[in-house]
């Protein structure tokens, strides 16, 4: 009892140990390390896989139905009462017109049978065949566009987390240059040489800062919270970024100039899903037509049955009598008052629809393309304003910084430098963060990444 104990306790410590490990794992991750884990980790490429492994066992099940099907069947009967059958009286030897009761059914009765089922020839297996491979394409495709959604989720997600780090940075640097004026003027102040509105004016600067701060400090919680949950970890699974803010937008803006040169419409996932649609709406014609041909199966079918008044059907002294049957079944349809022709014709009509919208599809694949083309090269330009910006508002504040120090400028002017260049500070971040979103766009649209993970 007491190694059963000690068993069961370094059993139970072990166990213990393993999740506290699993709790304190870190991973770590650059852009697309991040990107490569989601698309294998994420809930929803996980389901995706899972519904083209659907797919393929659809794909079994439809060929299955032309295969050879073998069923087996046991049946027993227990007659309590039986049913009596009237014979004339002569062939007893009674009187002409007069009747014999007789029971011809035993009171129990056993019967075992295999039957063999073989398609032999129907059209809408052909065609069933063939919509089970289009199903299955259109499946490989929705996984295709579901790891294209993901993969733009983390890199907006990536992009959220870095923000709001390098936010926080900022807001603190920011911070201890505003509570060190606020000393050094109070200071001032006390000994006569400020006035109280210069120690007030930064005393608001100093608390805002401090409020901007604690946001920011939630967002990133929040923000690393949203990534886990792209990536498919628990959201308090600890996550290093190894990217670099600023040089991950210089690598994106450079990187997507060469993104759109070989553009093939054809090759995109909202075209490929468009015309798996038309494929269908084609196939599903195929089949109403297909229901005016003749189909022809065949069956054989082969069993013992036992009878007698006592159940001893699995002793010695049961007689089993064997029987077997073949043949085969041919359908062939003749009129349906137009039936079939009024559905082939629905079908006809949905086809023309599907062919209508893919069309629709290859513009709207050029019209968001052009757009998101558009939004980046705003994006490109905005972040090359911004940087501008934020030297001239650093020039600014650093010129009003002097002048305030050295008591001929006042604390309001310095304020307002301050906050151009907190302004500037934030616009920076924001227009480096649109670059990444903005060539993530593109590249969902044009599908280019997932190509070539899997070529």
Known sequence: MKKVFFSFTFILCFGLATQAQDADKTYSFTLQEAVNFAIDSSYATINARRDVAIALKKKWETTADGLPQIDGAVSYEYNAIIRQTPLPGEITGGEPGTFVPVQFTPKQNMNASVTLNQLIFDGSY??????????????????????LEVRKDVISAYGNVLLSKNS??????????????????????ENGLAEEEDVEQLQITTQQLKSQLNNA????????ESLNMVLGLPINAKVELLEDFEKLADRQALEAELLTENLKVENTINYKIADNLVKQRELEMKLEKSKALPSLSAF?????????????????????????????????????????SAKTQQARIEM???????????????????????????AIDNYELAKDN???????????????????GSSFELRQAQQQLYTAQNELLQAMLDIINSKAEIEKIINTPIQNAEN
């Open 126 to 147: 052909i065609v069933a065949l063939q919509a089970a491979k289009t199903f299955l394409e259109y499946s490989d495709n929705e996984e295709t566009r579901t790891k």
């Open 168 to 189: 926080i940075g900022i807001i603190e640097k920011n911070l201890d240059v505003a509570t060190e004026n606020l000393r050094e003027t109070r200071k001032t102040f």
């Open 217 to 224: 400090k939630r967002m990133r919680d929040i923000s690393k």
């Open 300 to 340: 054989a079918n082969y069993g013992q049955t036992s009878f007698g008044n006592n159940f001893e059907f699995f002793s010695s002294r049961a007689d089993w009598f064997e029987f077997s049957t073949i043949g085969v079944s041919l359908n062939i349809p003749i009129f349906s008052s137009l039936q079939r």
């Open 352 to 378: 023309e629809k599907a062919e209508t919208q893919k069309t629709e599809a290859i513009n709207q694949i050029k019209l968001q393309l052009n757009s998101a083309k558009s939004n980046f090269e705003f």
């Open 390 to 408: 934020l030297r001239l508002a650093e020039r600014i504040e650093h010129k009003n910084q002097v002048k305030f120090q050295e008591g001929v």
